[in-house]
């Protein structure tokens, strides 16, 4: 008897997201994705006719923008409040949030972080932590301190870095990201108050 369509497509999307975090986009193979899945490859083609076709409905824009506003939202919250960051209490209850609403991503963060390199998403760990550093940017100045132009690129530079710690920690656990959220945090605050006015 053959398996109900949608239970296929499932079983073949979530091989793929596994392999695709695991080895990256260019080393998932399509024949492997399909071995993961228990299908034929030639079954895999029915449902995903190329690996970027397979991937956009592993990974959907929507999910994309779901990570993306998680890894912002923080630094939003502070900006638009004009807070201050204190470490501990609140702070690591909003870290803690935060890292628990993006460890439901932990295998979609694995891939764009560590493996997308080859596909439509390669650089986005790069295009995040340019919007991280506007974002903090922005936070910086809620609270008076204005960050220098030619510190931009280190700014970058210290959450490229985050990033790729937090694809680390997410391998652990959220407690692990927690902390990895707060110490990045507490350590961007005190460079904002070297820049206070």
């Known amino acids: 008897m053959q398996k109900p369509k949608d239970e296929v497509r ?18 998932a193979s399509m024949p492997e994705i399909a071995r993961a899945a228990g299908t034929a490859v030639g079954n895999l083609y029915r ?4 690996k970027e076709a397979l991937l956009d409905a592993a990974l959907p824009d929507s999910v994309v923008t ?8 923080n630094l939003r919250v502070l900006a638009s409040s004009g807070s201050r960051y204190k470490p501990g209490g609140r702070s690591r209850r909003a870290a803690d949030g ?37 974002a903090y940017r922005a936070w910086a100045g809620s609270i008076g301190a204005a960050v220098p132009k030619k510190e931009l690129p280190l700014i970058e530079s210290l959450y490229v870095s985050m990033l790729e710690l937090a694809s680390e920690a997410l391998l652990r656990s959220d407690d692990d990201l927690a902390r990895v959220i707060e110490y990045h945090a507490a350590g961007m605050a005190a460079l904002a108050e070297n820049w206070r006015k």
Do not use: C, M, N, W
Request: hydrophobic share 40%; net charge positive; aromatic share 10%.
């Open 66 to 73: 779901r990570i993306e506003e998680l890894t912002l939202s």
């Open 98 to 134: 935060q890292a628990s609403d993006l460890g439901r991503y932990r295998r979609e963060l694995g891939f764009l972080f560590k493996g997308a390199s080859g596909s439509k998403r390669e650089g986005f760990h790069v295009s995040l932590a340019s919007k991280l550093a506007e």
């Open 10 to 27: 499932e079983r073949i999307l979530e091989a793929a997201l596994d392999l695709l975090a695991e080895r990256g986009y260019r080393a």
């Open 47 to 50: 449902y995903f006719p190329s």
